[in-house]
């Protein structure tokens, strides 16, 4: 981990995004609480997600590349990206794991871990982009709070 100033992630996102949803899923399964037989329209439904999501997840990373900047949260950044899926989103991974977490709980029809999805995304707002975008307006200043007024934090 770096010495110099970063977002202070401590916990790696995609890791809560999997950890939330095996909990979820387990527990939906030995409650019995939520669980469902996905339809085929559900089905579909969630491979759509899926596929989405790991397309704007992977679209995210190539601004990263281009830049020569770190992926890793917890490192910090060498330039402000605004291109690609950052033109409309500010957390394009994010919102990618998201879709990829909705259409795998779909597929397993785990409605209870479905359900963890909004105490995950707010735990998510609060412990990890807060951060991030603290560090943003210390690292780019005026530049990065123009670009949060001009694009959205999450769609």
């Known amino acids: 981990m770096s010495t110099k100033d970063n977002p202070g992630v401590h916990f790696p996102p995609p890791l809560m995004f999997f950890l939330c949803g095996l909990a979820g899923w387990q527990a939906g399964l030995r409650l019995g609480w939520l669980v469902f037989a996905p339809s085929t329209a559900i089905q579909i439904a969630a491979l759509g997600l899926i596929v989405v999501g790991l397309g704007l997840g992977a679209?995210?990373?190539f601004p990263f590349f281009a830049a020569g900047t770190s992926l890793l949260p917890w490192e910090p950044d060498s330039q402000l990206l605004t291109?690609?899926?950052?033109?409309?989103?500010?957390?394009?991974?994010?919102?990618?794991?998201?879709?990829?977490?909705g259409g795998v709980c779909l597929q397993l029809g785990s409605g209870l871990a479905l359900a963890l999805i909004l105490p995950l995304i707010l735990l998510i707002n609060r412990y990890v982009i807060a951060g991030e975008e603290a560090y943003l307006v210390r690292t780019f200043g005026e530049t990065y709070q123009a670009y949060q007024g001009k694009v959205r934090r999450w769609l």
């Open 59 to 61: 679209w995210s990373m």
């Open 83 to 101: 291109s690609g899926p950052y033109r409309f989103s500010r957390n394009p991974m994010y919102a990618g794991m998201a879709l990829v977490y």
